[in-house]
């Protein structure tokens, strides 16, 4: 089993619409996790990452964890074109051995 | 700020030549990480280093992969011979320290192994 996991995809949702990312993590010790989105060719940048269960906001962004259920998502409020790319679901577990997921590939249809 | 610096960009060899990855972190970044990432898959981490010590070498395949970070700045990984297997991209990633755990990704090397 690997420590994240996430729907590889493909996702699509039409510009203007919610984005929902979704990702699961085996190690219930794990208490960092992080949301990298990754451009074709480009490599990944960090958008947001939490540590505290609940929810936390920054701009169009919105992340969630459930650390009772491993649970961790990203929301993309009012989604652009731009925002087409994969996104890498991380987290360190209680290693502090730090795992990222496959990714979920996302398209903002215009 | 200059970010992670890698080279080179891309490199081709052949099966069971050497090749060898260059990777200058942020400046004042003690955490350096290297990754392997292969189309359609998130990267994987391969060595974590705090300062010149690996302190995570655990899934680096250390019969033909080797690291070094003598001065605790920039840092080589090196793979001899290389596979077929080994085409992939080689990230570089640094942070400030592995407590924040934010990390800066270098651009990437693209190993194509022939």
């Known amino acids: 089993q690997k420590e994240v996991e996430q729907n590889s995809g493909p996702l699509s949702v039409p510009e203007g619409a919610i984005a929902s990312l979704n990702c699961t993590y085996s190690d219930r010790g794990s208490q960092s996790f992080f949301w990298y989105r990754q451009y074709s060719g480009k490599s990944p940048e960090l958008i947001m990452f939490?540590?505290?269960?609940g929810d936390k906001e920054d701009g169009r962004f919105t992340a969630q964890l459930n650390k009772a259920s491993q649970y961790v998502s990203l929301l993309i409020r009012d989604s652009q074109p731009s925002d087409s790319a994969t996104y890498l679901c991380?987290?360190?577990?209680?290693?502090?051995?730090?795992?990222f997921g496959t990714g979920t590939s996302l398209t903002v249809i215009p | 700020e200059a970010g992670v610096v890698q080279s080179p960009r891309y490199k081709i060899i052949e099966k069971k030549q050497p090749v060898a990855f260059w990777c200058n972190p942020i400046s004042g970044h003690n955490t350096l990480y290297w990754y392997l990432q292969n189309l359609g898959q998130g990267p994987e981490l391969l060595i974590r280093?705090?300062?010149?010590?690996?302190?995570?070498d655990s899934q680096l395949p250390k019969d033909r992969f080797s690291a070094e970070r003598l001065k605790g700045v920039d840092s080589t990984l090196k793979i001899q011979p290389a596979e077929l297997g080994d085409s992939a991209v080689y990230l570089c990633?640094?942070?400030?320290?592995?407590?924040?755990?934010?990390?800066?990704f270098g651009p990437g090397t693209r190993l194509t192994v022939l």
């Open positions: 990633a640094s942070s400030q320290d592995s407590r924040t755990d934010t990390q800066y």
């Open positions: 939490i540590y505290s269960n």
């Open positions: 280093y705090e300062n010149e010590e690996a302190v995570d």
């Open positions: 991380a987290g360190t577990n209680t290693g502090n051995q730090f795992y």
